[in-house]
């Protein structure tokens, strides 16, 4: 079946330095994935952080990018310059394109600190 | 921006006792889901619902769960009876166009359930 694997538990960055959450998939359904990375800020419900529908494009929003690898199978989730207010948990996440709606499959998540 | 609210955030009840989580979607959404996710583990499908029926469900919505949402009022998720392993954080979402069509899901906080 698809899944989806990202970088585990938790990563510490200082503010102003650059940040980069692997994720790698596994999809088996016809065709390719759509490839998602969402984000849960404290205190806040898990929201869309970017998109990518089609092989070699890139996403971003709030200075964030990922660029779908598709000979890689690799969604990394990466910003040159984070900040305070960043720090919050990501979650990869890919559609199944063999189901009628498109569930969702999640990574695990990964907990983003940033120090001031 | 649009919200989904899940009341309670924290539901404790006993083994086989009957629970009923409530989902508040977003107001003109027209497809919904519920995910699961065990302490420690990734966030998994469970189902999702449209047009009052139930599309698709996974391996985790086992006989002893059902949804529905009567009269575009909340959309709930009872599990009848409930077992140790129900324990986990459960998930609401919507969105107004199926996910194969790359449209985000709107999530809400989360139901903790505590199956004592």
């Known amino acids: 079946g698809d899944s989806v694997t990202q970088t585990e538990g938790q990563v510490t960055v200082s503010e102003s330095k650059s940040l980069i959450i692997n994720c790698t998939y596994s999809?088996?359904?016809?065709?390719?994935?759509?490839l998602f990375w969402y984000v849960r800020y404290p205190g806040e419900g898990l929201q869309l952080l970017l998109k990518?529908?089609?092989?070699?494009q890139k996403g971003s929003s709030r200075g964030f990018e990922a660029t779908y690898n598709k000979e890689a199978t690799s969604f990394h989730l990466q910003k040159a310059s984070v900040q305070e207010s960043d720090s919050a948990v990501y979650y990869c996440?890919?559609?199944?394109?063999?189901?009628?709606?498109?569930?969702?499959?999640f990574g695990a998540g990964t907990q983003l600190i940033v120090i001031p | 921006g649009p919200k989904v609210l899940q009341i309670p955030s924290h539901q404790i009840i006993d083994m086989g006792q009957m629970v009923t989580l409530n989902c508040d979607p977003v107001?003109?959404?027209?497809?919904f889901y519920w995910y699961k996710q065990i302490l420690g583990q990734q966030m998994e499908f469970l189902v999702n619902?449209?047009?009052?029926?139930?599309?698709?469900k996974s391996k985790l919505f086992k006989d002893q769960f059902s949804v529905e949402r009567p009269d575009g009022s909340y959309f709930t998720l009872k599990i009848q009876p409930t077992a140790l392993e129900d324990s986990a954080v459960y998930f609401c979402?919507?969105?107004?166009?199926?996910?194969?069509?790359?449209?985000?899901?709107?999530f809400g906080h989360g139901t903790k359930l505590s199956v004592l």
């Open positions: 979402a919507s969105s107004l166009v199926g996910v194969i069509s790359n449209e985000r899901l709107f």
């Open positions: 999809a088996t359904s016809i065709g390719y994935p759509n």
């Open positions: 990518v529908i089609t092989a070699g």
């Open positions: 996440a890919l559609s199944d394109r063999g189901s009628a709606l498109g569930r969702l499959h």
């Open positions: 107001s003109n959404h027209l497809y």
């Open positions: 619902f449209y047009n009052g029926k139930v599309m698709e």
